[in-house]
């Protein structure tokens, strides 16, 4: 897979940890929005939020879930995974919550491609998370877990023929 992803997840909850993914480089994903420029944009309207998401993702090569604790029950990150699935685009997941965001992890969340009705046993869910000897999550050695896996889980994408 190339290294020209779109980043699907939830913004108000993950945005933090998604930076963190992105402080990565390992791959180039579509630029954050601030949240005022977010803001911005969803006050346009569904059509504008859809028009921008369309725009984003036209020229990546794959499309990656960044699954946290509401991913799954977001609309907009379900109208992304149903776009990268009628599109054809490679389609992963990349469990988050293990991430610190503010000094604090967070409990897995549902699976997002159950939720969009797609045959999530075929779409493949990474999850780095970390725990320490006593079981709990451990964000800096997740980071680091994902920091050495990411290029590798991005090639492992499905495409639906």
Known sequence: MASSVFYSFHYERDVNRVQLVQNINALEGQPLLTPQAWESVRRRGTAAVAEWID??????????????????????????????????????GIAIHGLSSFGSVDSAGPNPFDAAGLPASR????????????????????????ADSLVTWSTMGVVRK
């Open 55 to 92: 725009e984003q993702m036209k020229y990546k090569k794959a499309v990656i879930v960044l699954v946290g604790r509401e991913t799954a029950s977001r609309d907009w990150v379900q109208y992304e995974i149903n776009k990268a699935w009628a599109d054809k685009r490679p389609l992963l």
């Open 123 to 146: 779409i493949p869910l990474f999850d780095p998370t970390q725990r320490d000897y006593l079981g709990r999550i451990d964000s800096k050695a997740t980071y680091t877990r994902l």
